[in-house]
């Protein structure tokens, strides 16, 4: 009976982790696109007579703006440096003097990183006499935001899928150990017990079993969220502590929630059954 018990616990524990890896990317999908939008980045050039003085006022100044999530300078040095990892130490040979601008690297809000949104972005920062050109990348913006509309709408089908087979296959575990207990029940609607008295203890063994696998599910998600870390440290800075928190409530309503309503139709329908039903 003990073996049967833990098999049904682990059973219902690996199908709550599903659950439980779904709604952690449901939960966190704005975040998660919020992520790659921000990452993007927009280059300002300047002028080639442009001081450093007046780049570092510039920078100032595009940090204030509504749409910047941040700003680097980049300098002709790091600019330089940059250039020739690319195309190799040699190609400065052919200027006089080193043809790298000043320029600047920003990240937007996400909100901003939209089309219509990117040419307003442009516009904005080629109004300064400092900027000579503004690459916004806009391809690249929109090719992402049709992927993320695309893998949004995935992971929401993925989601109800998984929920709907979470469903089934922990009331079909429940339904095998119950199915097993028939005749115990059977006896004790022979000595007079009600169907409240016979749910009672079933249910009782449900909030406990249900309540089990969720804190299993949560420690094997939690073990499997921490290991991801230690090779992604960014992603604490996607996922906040108050969605993990979610998900761990919406792990243990599903846990317990499934197993106690599949332990009251089944009770319900064996209470109900014939005595020749129960052979079968």
Not at 85 to 107: K, Y
Not at 150 to 179: D, E, K, P, Q
Not at 239 to 251: E, G, K, Q, Y
Request: proline residues 2%; charged residues 15%.
């Amino acid at each position: 009976m003990a073996g049967a018990y833990i098999s049904s616990l682990l059973s219902i524990s690996l199908v709550l982790v599903l659950v439980g890896a779904a709604a952690l990317l449901l939960v966190n999908a704005r975040r998660v696109s919020d992520y790659f939008r921000e990452n993007m980045r927009v280059s300002v050039l300047l002028y080639n007579d442009v001081s450093e003085k007046a780049a570092e006022a510039l920078k100032a100044e595009v940090d204030s703006l509504p749409f910047t999530h941040s700003a680097t300078l980049i300098t002709r040095e790091q600019g330089t440096r940059e250039l020739q990892q690319m195309l190799g130490e040699d190609f400065l040979n052919v200027f006089e003097s080193t043809p790298v601008p000043l320029s600047l690297e920003l990240t937007l809000k996400a909100p901003y990183v939209s089309a219509d949104s990117l040419e307003k972005v442009k516009s904005a920062l080629k109004a300064s006499s400092l900027v000579e050109d503004v690459d916004s990348r806009s391809m690249l913006v929109e090719a992402l935001n049709s992927n993320i509309s695309r893998i949004s709408l995935i992971l929401a089908v993925l989601t109800a899928l998984m929920l709907f087979i979470s469903v089934v296959l922990i009331s079909n575990t429940v339904r095998l150990g119950l199915h097993a207990r028939r005749f115990s029940i059977h006896t004790m609607q022979l000595v007079g017990a009600t169907r409240g008295f016979i749910r009672k203890p079933f249910l009782a063994r449900a909030l406990v079993q249900g309540l089990l696998a969720s804190l299993i599910a949560i420690a094997v998600l939690g073990a499997g969220l921490w290991f991801a870390w230690k090779g992604f440290p960014q992603l604490f800075g996607i996922i906040r502590p108050s969605a993990l928190a979610l998900v761990a409530l919406i792990i243990i309503v599903c846990g317990v929630g499934i197993c106690l309503i599949s332990t009251w139709f089944v009770v319900n329908r064996l209470v109900a059954m014939d005595n020749d039903e129960l052979f079968y």
